[in-house]
């Protein structure tokens, strides 16, 4: 770590409130991810189209590596999101020998309607709390923000 980075302390956590918000985040992302059907695409498809939406243009080994996939697997991904008309490879400006992947403006439109329709579904279904609990959530989920990335 680099010298200018302050360094974090890890305060003790009790095992069952990282369960908990482990649960809670899993079933958040399951209670959304139905709007994701209307795209027609399959769940490692969207994945990777989200990563280079929302990561910008990167090479294939990039992108595996982010997807945790290997690169031959991610390839055959590709493949099928550029046939789509959703991404699309282009030089690498950097390195001749090498192409980044990036979402095309079909695929930007696809991800921006399948983030609206998401959002949409959330918002009904946080609809449910009281003012006292959306207010709650909202200063959990700007403390989640927060949140320091786990350390490589």
């Known amino acids: 770590m680099s010298s200018h980075l302050r360094r974090v302390t890890a305060k003790p956590v009790s095992v069952d409130l990282a369960e908990r918000l482990?649960?809670?985040a899993i079933l958040l992302l399951r209670r959304v991810r139905?709007?994701?059907l209307e795209t027609g695409l399959s769940g490692p498809k969207l994945?990777?189209?989200s990563v280079l939406h929302f990561g910008g243009p990167m090479r294939l080994t990039d992108l595996a590596a982010a997807e945790q996939v290997r690169a031959p697997t991610m390839s055959k991904l590709v493949?099928?999101?550029e046939e789509e008309g959703l991404a699309v490879k282009?030089?690498?400006a950097d390195d001749k020998r090498s192409a980044r992947i990036?979402?095309?403006a079909k695929g930007r439109a696809l991800m921006e309607e399948g983030r609206k329709r998401r959002l949409a579904l959330l918002r009904t279904q946080l609809g449910r709390f009281s003012a006292s609990e959306l207010a709650t959530l909202d200063a959990a989920s700007k403390l989640l923000l927060r949140a320091p990335k786990a350390e490589s």
Do not use: F, G, I, Y
């Open 90 to 92: 282009r030089a690498d």
């Open 79 to 81: 493949a099928e999101l």
């Open 34 to 36: 139905v709007a994701d």
């Open 102 to 104: 990036e979402v095309t």
């Open 22 to 24: 482990h649960r809670a």
């Open 47 to 49: 994945s990777a189209l």
